[in-house]
């Protein structure tokens, strides 16, 4: 099912091999308070404890450890409301190249200084009215610089598929197999590498994406067969979760192994944040929140059934952090 796509399980498997000495192999962690409350056995699988704090970091090394060293001296440029500017920030620093990331003026403070730290240029744009990606473009063709794609790129997507790659591995391990596995969805390069490692492994699975309310490009995409915009005006606090349109190599991957696509409102996933906390004793954004949100909201079924669900990143300003615990 997977082998005539653009990335395959061989692919997964290779950049899996690039991350080893560097990415953090994350926890599957349970919930007995979750599992009552959905009528299943749920995995979660922790990204928010990778390096950089999301599954960013995967994708961006691959690709970033792909460039020649005849290449790396130019550095690379990336745009980004602060998952993958870390990532690919982390990932230059570790090789020893520049690094340029172009981010919205309205990423929370938190991303845009822990992409600072990791010794990357930040230039700041305008999210309502200037282009990232051109900007990103003219920087990256000034300098000669290699631009490092936040999705839509196979080197992307087989890195961000190592993730499910080793959960699947961990569920074998323990005799089981997923019926579920839900992802939050943007550009939609994780669920694409998911959907890859996952189909290739446990072929009867149910993949679904998970979005915020209204910023639902990929399921309109799926009900209609091709690629479609949200219509949403406006923000959500799933800053991470914000692209319009689903990439052309991520929706020519989902629209063949992804069943459909589930939503969350932003209260529903403000609740969703105050119980990793509560029960899960962890910190995960909003946007890295939404598959987990859908869950609880009654959006899927999981009445004995078994599920991932892929808590994305952990990248959230402590301010909006406590207000969203304090006020679930």
Request: proline share 5%.
């Given at each position: 099912m997977t082998d005539s796509l653009p990335v395959t399980?061989?692919?997964?498997?290779?950049?899996?091999?690039?991350?080893a000495p560097y990415a953090v192999r994350t926890p599957l962690i349970t919930s007995p308070?979750?599992?009552?409350?959905?009528?299943?056995?749920?995995?979660?699988?922790?990204?928010?404890?990778?390096?950089?704090?999301?599954?960013?970091?995967?994708?961006?090394?691959?690709?970033?450890?792909?460039?020649?060293?005849?290449?790396?001296?130019?550095?690379?440029?990336?745009?980004?409301?602060?998952?993958?500017?870390?990532?690919?920030?982390?990932?230059?620093?570790?090789?020893?190249?520049?690094?340029?990331?172009?981010?919205?003026?309205?990423?929370?403070?938190?991303?845009?200084?822990?992409?600072?730290?990791?010794?990357?240029?930040?230039?700041?744009?305008d999210r309502l009215r200037e282009d990232r990606e051109a900007i990103a473009r003219g920087i990256a063709t000034a300098r000669g610089a290699t631009l490092v794609p936040p999705y839509d790129d196979v080197s992307i997507i087989a890195g961000q598929g190592t993730a499910a790659k080793e959960f699947g591995e961990d569920l074998a391990a323990r005799g089981l197999a997923p019926d579920i596995v839900v992802a939050p969805a943007s550009g939609g390069g994780l669920i694409a590498g998911t959907a890859i490692a996952i189909r290739a492994r446990f072929a009867q699975a149910t993949i679904m994406t998970a979005e915020p309310a209204g910023f639902d490009d990929h399921a309109r995409s799926f009900a209609s067969g091709h690629r479609e915009p949200h219509r949403a005006e406006g923000t959500t606090i799933c800053d991470a979760l914000m692209a319009t349109i689903p990439g052309e190599i991520t929706f020519a991957i989902n629209q063949r192994l992804v069943s459909r696509g589930v939503t969350a409102t932003d209260a529903e996933v403000g609740a969703a944040v105050a119980f990793a906390f509560r029960e899960l004793k962890l910190v995960v954004e909003p946007g890295g929140a939404v598959a987990l949100a859908a869950l609880l909201a009654g959006r899927i079924d999981a009445r004995d059934k078994t599920l991932v669900v892929i808590l994305s990143g952990g990248n959230v300003d402590a301010d909006m952090f406590s207000r969203l615990i304090s006020a679930a």
């Amino acid at each position: 099912m997977t082998d005539s796509l653009p990335v395959t399980s061989a692919d997964i498997d290779a950049a899996a091999a690039v991350l080893a000495p560097y990415a953090v192999r994350t926890p599957l962690i349970t919930s007995p308070a979750l599992d009552a409350r959905t009528g299943g056995r749920v995995f979660l699988k922790a990204e928010v404890l990778q390096r950089t704090g999301s599954f960013k970091f995967r994708g961006a090394f691959n690709k970033v450890a792909a460039i020649p060293p005849a290449a790396r001296a130019a550095g690379v440029v990336a745009f980004s409301s602060g998952n993958h500017a870390q990532g690919v920030a982390a990932a230059a620093q570790l090789l020893g190249m520049p690094a340029t990331i172009v981010m919205p003026s309205d990423a929370p403070l938190s991303k845009r200084e822990r992409t600072k730290g990791y010794g990357a240029e930040v230039v700041l744009y305008d999210r309502l009215r200037e282009d990232r990606e051109a900007i990103a473009r003219g920087i990256a063709t000034a300098r000669g610089a290699t631009l490092v794609p936040p999705y839509d790129d196979v080197s992307i997507i087989a890195g961000q598929g190592t993730a499910a790659k080793e959960f699947g591995e961990d569920l074998a391990a323990r005799g089981l197999a997923p019926d579920i596995v839900v992802a939050p969805a943007s550009g939609g390069g994780l669920i694409a590498g998911t959907a890859i490692a996952i189909r290739a492994r446990f072929a009867q699975a149910t993949i679904m994406t998970a979005e915020p309310a209204g910023f639902d490009d990929h399921a309109r995409s799926f009900a209609s067969g091709h690629r479609e915009p949200h219509r949403a005006e406006g923000t959500t606090i799933c800053d991470a979760l914000m692209a319009t349109i689903p990439g052309e190599i991520t929706f020519a991957i989902n629209q063949r192994l992804v069943s459909r696509g589930v939503t969350a409102t932003d209260a529903e996933v403000g609740a969703a944040v105050a119980f990793a906390f509560r029960e899960l004793k962890l910190v995960v954004e909003p946007g890295g929140a939404v598959a987990l949100a859908a869950l609880l909201a009654g959006r899927i079924d999981a009445r004995d059934k078994t599920l991932v669900v892929i808590l994305s990143g952990g990248n959230v300003d402590a301010d909006m952090f406590s207000r969203l615990i304090s006020a679930a």
